[in-house]
């Protein structure tokens, strides 16, 4: 009896162990995302308060420039190539979508415009209809940066042709036109181009914020001069409570937009 | 920019005047820390996480930091781009009309 036991327990125990493993909930690329942003968000706000601390110091302000220079190149920013690197193999063991999010997230965090060709290349061939390509057109400007200027308007033409998702459309005529009018190069016909995409991007994006954004200056004329009642801002404060602009009626209020970065 | 404006709040603090400041900062947190650190005192909406690309700052076209707007007490705006002692001398000037009932 005791064997026959034993021998059931041997067969059965490797067999749930592997089970086990296979139903351990992996986390999903957008968790991996979330733990590498506060990683690395981390490691450069240590770094930018130690910048900040060595340039209050007596030592720093007492030397001069050459010191200076040297001094601050003792600290050093944090590499992203590690954590690209993660972002990748986590990648590797996801498909779809979730695949796509950990793309997005190496392609803007890589200092290696090697790299960055070779994911948007990916990104081209496999993945041109996500969802998730929000994410990658919101910030395409850096592809600009990165990319050469053809390559960069040839994958943002292609998303405009072909993702199926208006927001990712949107943001892509949005940084088209931005890098059209951009330059001292830039020439009238070029801008009123890139006023047309504005346009068609506005429309896309009715709703959001990007839609505002690109009302911004027609706004400022239109609402924000001197002499005409401010519009109201409904928001919340630092600390989450709730407030609006129009509270203030009754008293003089500096509005200032600012930030301490 | 912070010590000014905090000595111009510290010294109205009896008059119908207030800061409203659209923070930028992205993470609340760091915000908190600094503005405990650099005696923060007024109030400011929060702009979001997309930090300087956040909502309110998007709708009203902000393109260069800081963005400066002065409003009298019917929100009227009469000032834009003040800075330093003109941010004082346009508050005191609504100040001033205000309480001659102007």
Redesign the interface.
């Known amino acids: 009896m005791k064997t026959i036991l034993s021998c059931w327990a041997a067969l059965l125990l490797p067999a749930l162990s592997v089970a086990q493993e296979t139903e351990e909930p992996r986390p999903s690329g957008q968790a991996v995302v979330d733990a590498l942003d506060g990683e690395l ?1 981390a490691l450069r ?1 240590r770094y930018g308060d130690a910048l900040k601390e060595l340039r209050a110091s007596d030592a720093y302000k007492a030397a001069d420039r050459a010191r200076q220079r040297e001094l601050s190149s003792g600290i050093t920013p944090p590499d992203p190539k590690p954590f690209v690197e993660r972002a990748l193999a986590a990648a590797e063991q996801r498909e779809g979508d979730e695949r796509v999010v950990l793309y997005i997230w190496a392609a803007l965090h890589s200092s290696d415009p090697e790299q960055v060709r070779d994911l948007v290349a990916r990104i081209e061939a496999d993945h041109i209809r996500s969802a998730k390509l929000v994410e990658l057109m919101e910030n395409a400007m850096a592809l600009w940066r990165v990319l050469d200027p053809k390559k960069a308007t040839a994958f943002v033409t292609k998303v405009i042709d072909e993702s199926p998702h208006s927001l990712a459309r949107a943001w892509s005529l949005y940084w088209m036109a931005q890098s059209m009018q951009r330059g001292r190069n830039a020439t009238a016909e070029a801008k009123e181009k890139a006023q047309e995409l504005l346009a068609q991007a506005e429309k896309l994006a009715e709703g959001t ?1 990007l839609a ?2 690109i ?6 004329e239109e609402r ?7 519009p109201d ?1 409904v ?4 600390d989450g409570v709730k ?1 609006k ?2 509270d ?14 | 920019m912070i010590p000014h404006e905090r000595s111009l709040v510290e010294r109205l603090k009896d008059q119908p005047f207030a800061l409203l400041g659209i923070n930028s900062d992205r993470d609340k947190a760091d915000y908190r820390q600094k503005a405990e650190e650099m005696g923060v005192t007024w109030r400011s909406f929060w702009n979001g996480p997309k930090g300087t690309g956040g909502p309110i700052s998007s709708k009203w076209g902000v393109r260069g930091w800081p963005t400066i707007y002065v409003l009298d007490h019917e929100g009227v705006i009469r000032y834009q781009g003040v800075r330093g002692e003109k941010m004082d001398e346009a508050v005191d000037a609504l100040l001033a009309e205000m309480k001659k009932g102007g």
């Open positions: 968000g706000s914020l505002d954004k009302a911004g200056p027609r706004f400022k924000l001069q001197i002499g005409m009642v401010a801002i928001g919340e404060d630092l407030f602009l129009s203030y009626r009754g008293k003089v209020v500096v509005l200032d937009f600012w930030g301490f970065w």
